[in-house]
Nanobody, 121 residues
Framework: QVQLVESGGGLVQAGGSLRLSCATSGSFLWINVMRWYRQVPGKQRELVAVITSGGTTNYADSVKGRFTIARDNAGNTVYLQMNSLKPEDTAVYYC???????????????WGKGTLVTVSS
């Protein structure tokens, strides 16, 4: 079955950088869109960055200019390069993807389990 696994989270000082990865495994036909979300206790889950199968990207205003989302050539792995990190970037980061499993089927929404990013001041 399809599984998304995030990696790369950790502890970093303000101003530092981290790169998150999300690898998709299993049997599927096509990944339409991949996204990174983040969430902290007491706040709504926030959409951080989006990349389509065609390479179009979008970012939340809070991370624009600092974060970059990218996909590998096969389109099965999505990355989030995070630079100039701030304490307010601290959150659990989740990978999300719209995946079509087969011809004739509709796209389904899949989530990873999350990876914790902690930015100290």
């Amino acid at each position: 079955q399809v599984q998304l696994v995030e990696s790369g989270g950790g502890l970093v000082q303000a101003g530092g950088s981290l790169r998150l990865s999300c690898a998709t495994s299993g049997s599927f036909l096509w990944i339409n869109v991949m996204r990174w979300y983040r969430q902290v206790p007491g706040k709504q889950r926030e959409l951080v960055a989006v990349i389509t199968s065609g390479g179009t990207t979008n970012y939340a205003d809070s991370v624009k200019g600092r974060f970059t989302i990218a996909r590998d050539n096969a389109g099965n792995t999505v990355y989030l390069q995070m630079n100039s990190l701030k304490p307010e970037d601290t959150a659990v980061y989740y990978c999300n993807a719209d995946i079509r499993l087969s011809f004739g089927g509709s796209a389904m929404d899949y989530w990873g389990k999350g990876t914790l990013v902690t930015v100290s001041s």
